[in-house]
């Protein structure tokens, strides 16, 4: 398997072709942007840290019958992954009231939510990733009402796998977000889940161990990604 031509570059990730056509290499990158890109750093080692972190949750949740691009780890910053086409949605997922949903609805951050929340964003960097529903997918056509449905439930399952299995590594699962992506007639969970795309908080103090300590320059970030990984890791 060889890695030839680079097909994606977003602000963390490269994504390259290879000489099987059913299959890409994702390459991690240290560098940190937040809030739609006005904030830009990078993250000593947050590459290989994520990397490794979601290898460890794709084969979880793969044993726990969620399908997703990742085939296997190639070296420290890369991975091997099914090519998907990716869907332009962000599915974002909410336990506790942080970040967006905190501020837009004048709710304390951490208060608990009576049951989890799902949010769809449409992926679009000139637009900011604005929140649409179902009826936008639908009306946009980005995406069919039975994937639709798929993609919801699949969302929901992974939460709840997340959830248990991060709560006894000491770790709370605040929200995340997902990607999925279309692989012959199959969806697939896709991109990336780390502290770069997740709220993770230590379950005794607190603490906040994601990217919000990047984006609200809270220090220790390296040390964050770090903790988790020692964590997540069996
Ligand atoms: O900013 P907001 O509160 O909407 O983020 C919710 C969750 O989605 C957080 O875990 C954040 O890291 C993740 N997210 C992401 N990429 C985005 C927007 C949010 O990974 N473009």
């Known amino acids: 398997m060889k890695k030839t031509a680079m097909v994606y570059e977003g602000k963390a990730k490269r994504v390259y072709r290879t000489?099987?056509?059913?299959?890409?290499?994702?390459?991690f990158k240290d560098d940190a942007t937040a809030f739609n890109g006005q904030k830009r750093g990078t993250i000593r080692d947050k590459g290989e840290l994520n990397n490794k972190i979601s290898a460890?949750?794709?084969e979880l949740l793969e044993k726990n019958g969620i399908k997703t691009h990742f085939v296997k780890l190639l070296s420290d910053r890369e991975m091997l992954v099914k090519a998907v086409n990716i869907l332009p949605?962000?599915?974002i997922v909410r336990n506790i009231a942080a970040g967006?949903?905190?501020?837009?609805?004048?709710?304390?951050?951490?208060?608990?939510?009576?049951?989890?929340?799902l949010e769809f964003c449409y992926k679009s960097d000139e637009l900011g990733d604005p929140m649409i529903n179902t009826y936008h997918v639908l009306a946009m056509d980005l995406a069919a009402e039975d994937e639709i449905r798929f993609i919801e439930e699949t969302s929901f399952r992974v939460n709840e796998i997340l959830k248990e299995y991060l709560i006894n590594k000491g770790i709370v699962l605040v929200d995340f977000k997902l990607e999925f992506g279309r692989f012959g007639g199959e969806i697939l969970l896709a991109d990336e889940i780390s502290p770069d795309t997740c709220r993770f908080w230590d379950a005794k103090t607190r603490e906040k161990l994601d990217k919000d300590r990047f984006r609200r320059d809270l220090g220790r970030v390296e040390e964050a990604y770090k903790e988790i990984l020692s964590r997540v890791k069996v």
């Open 19 to 27: 000489d099987d056509e059913k299959l890409f290499v994702m390459e």
């Open 100 to 117: 967006s949903m905190a501020k837009r609805l004048g709710l304390e951050e951490g208060l608990e939510l009576k049951r989890p929340v």
């Open 56 to 58: 460890v949750l794709f």
């Open 89 to 91: 949605l962000e599915v």
